[in-house]
């Protein structure tokens, strides 16, 4: 099975700041097929991004993926307060499908 | 909006069994792949069985091939997950998902909010 490595384990920013999530696979994700996920304390994951670089439905465009083959991605341009959280990449790609460990995202 | 609803989880001892089940609302069931994915504070994500749309596949991680069977009524707008013989290690969080595409292995694109899951004795 593919395993996803995401980096750093925990960011520090303040509010306005860039952050850059990694999510590094183990082998190539067929066809970018790589998702990421926001989740807060006590709810579900949200999914942001498919497709390595696709924003889903009502995503805020401060979010953006990218990258391709085994490195992706996840750029918030400009952190808002409500964006303080856990972020995980997953690929669709292979079977079983597989996520990372989780980027926390935590306030400075 | 999409709504998802688990319910069932509990506390069971090792060995023993339960049900969980997912009410949907707000989208056609059988137009869509569902899956189950539960989440531990140490193994993090992981996907444990989807079925497609019809009901007619089902897949399953390796971790609980043989102990767990999920299965769907369209007619009810409901999914479930029957599970035999729990381990300690199957505690857990477990989500619904709605698959965000047609293929059998697609991004999850609705979740539920989760139903806990405790085994022990």
């Known amino acids: 099975e593919i395993v996803l490595t995401q980096s750093p384990g925990t960011l520090s920013l303040s509010p306005g700041e860039r952050a850059t999530l990694s999510c590094r696979a183990s082998?190539?994700?067929?066809?970018?097929?790589l998702a990421w996920y926001q989740q807060k304390p006590g709810q579900a994951p949200r999914l942001l991004i498919y497709?390595?670089?696709s924003r889903a439905t009502g995503i805020p465009d401060r979010f953006s993926g990218s990258g391709s083959g085994t490195d992706f991605t996840l750029t918030i341009s400009r952190l808002e307060p409500e964006d303080f959280a856990v972020y995980y990449c997953?690929?669709?790609?292979?079977?079983?499908?597989?996520f990372g460990q989780g980027t926390k995202v935590e306030i400075k | 909006e999409v709504q998802l609803v688990e319910s069932g989880g509990g506390l069971v001892q090792p060995g023993g069994s339960l049900r969980l089940s997912c009410a949907v609302s707000?989208?056609?069931?059988?137009?869509?792949?569902m899956r189950w994915v539960r989440q531990t504070p140490g193994k993090g994500l992981e996907w444990v069985s989807t079925?497609?749309?019809?009901?007619?596949?089902?897949y399953y991680a390796d971790s609980v091939k043989g102990r767990f069977t999920i299965s769907r009524d369209n007619s009810k707008n409901t999914l479930y997950l029957q599970m035999n013989s729990l381990k300690g290690e199957d505690t857990a969080v477990y989500y619904c998902?709605?698959?965000?595409?047609?293929?059998?292995?697609?991004?999850?694109?609705?979740w539920g909010q989760g139903t806990l899951v405790t085994v022990s004795s």
């Open positions: 997953q690929q669709y790609g292979n079977s079983p499908r597989t």
């Open positions: 998902t709605k698959s965000g595409g047609r293929r059998e292995l697609s991004f999850d694109d609705y």
């Open positions: 079925i497609s749309g019809s009901g007619g596949s089902t």
């Open positions: 497709g390595a670089s």
């Open positions: 082998q190539s994700v067929s066809s970018n097929y």
């Open positions: 707000r989208f056609t069931l059988s137009s869509y792949d």
